[in-house]
C-alpha cells in the first residue's frame, strides 16, 4: 500500500488547552511544462511524509517505441524560501535510506538484547522475592512481569515496522529504471523532510524531454 501505510507525519508538535497538535506538509500542484521529444507522459503528485521524508508519487508511461531511462539523478526540486533565496533538493538515495534504517534495526536489536537480559534479571528477583516474601510482593512480582513482556512487544512492533519501511522503500523508491516501450511504471521519489511554505518546482531533465512540475507549499494544522 506504498506510502500511506507508512504515513508519518513529522513536524512540530505542541499542546494546546484542547489537544496536541502538528504541523503537516502539504503540496497542491499546477499545471504542468512538458517539452517532450518523445511520446513520454509523466505525472508527479505530492503524497505526504513517509518515512520522515517527503514523498512524491511518478507515474510515467512510455508510449514511443524506444526503452527509456529513469533516473532519480535526473530529477531536482527547487524550493522558494521567501527569503530571495532558493533551496535545491535532490531525490534521497534509496540505497542509503535502507542502510539507514539497516543502522536503526540493529539498535534495536542491541537495545533488546540488553532490555531482554534486565528483564531475566528482575524476572529472576522477582521469583526469588515471592518465594520469600508472600502475596503481597507476588502482586508487585506479577506487574514486573507485564512491564518486561510489553517491552518485548514494543521492540517487535518497531522490528516489524522498521522491516516494512525497508521492504517498501525496495519496492517503490526510485533509483533507476528502465521503462520498456509501451509500458508504464509507478514509483516514489523522497525528499529531505522540512516545512516549507511558497512555490517549488519539480524538474526532470532527460535525452527523452523536459518536464516541470510547479507545486505551492503550505501547512495544514491538524489535532492528533
Keep these: 500500500m506504498k506510502a ?3 504515513y508519518l507525519p513529522i513536524l512540530f508538535l505542541f499542546l494546546s488547552s484542547c489537544a496536541p497538535k502538528i504541523w503537516v506538509q502539504d503540496a497542491f500542484s499546477r499545471r504542468p511544462e512538458i517539452d517532450a521529444t518523445k511520446d513520454v507522459d509523466i505525472n508527479i503528485r505530492f503524497a505526504g511524509d513517509a518515512l ?24 531536482n526540486m527547487e524550493v522558494d ?14 540505497y ?3 542502510n539507514d534504517l539497516e543502522n536503526a534495526q540493529e539498535q534495536v536489536n542491541r537495545d533488546k538484547k540488553r532490555a531482554t537480559r534486565n528483564g531475566i534479571l528482575f524476572a529472576a528477583l522477582d521469583i526469588a522475592t515471592v518465594a520469600t516474601t508472600g502475596t503481597d510482593v507476588a502482586i508487585l512480582a ?3 512481569t507485564v512491564d518486561i513482556l510489553n517491552t518485548r512487544d514494543r521492540f517487535k512492533a518497531l522490528e516489524g515496522s522498521l522491516e516494512d519501511q525497508m521492504a517498501y522503500v525496495y519496492d517503490w523508491v526510485l533509483d533507476q529504471d528502465t521503462i520498456a516501450a509501451g509500458t508504464t511504471k509507478s514509483v516514489d521519489l523522497l525528499f529531505e523532510s522540512g516545512l516549507y511554505t511558497g512555490d517549488a518546482m519539480l524538474r526532470l531533465q ?3 524531454g523536459s518536464y516541470r512540475f510547479p507545486f505551492t507549499m503550505s501547512l495544514v494544522e491538524r489535532k492528533l
Design 96 to 98: 542509503r535510506v535502507i
Design 142 to 144: 506479577g506487574g514486573s
Design 52 to 75: 520522515n521524508y517527503l514523498t512524491f508519487e511518478l507515474d510515467i508511461d512510455n508510449h514511443s517505441d524506444q526503452d527509456i531511462i529513469l533516473s532519480r539523478k535526473d530529477i
Design 4 to 6: 500511506n501505510l507508512l
Design 206 to 208: 532527460s535525452d527523452y
Design 81 to 94: 524560501l521567501n527569503t530571495g533565496e532558493y533551496l535545491n533538493l535532490k531525490p534521497l538515495d534509496k
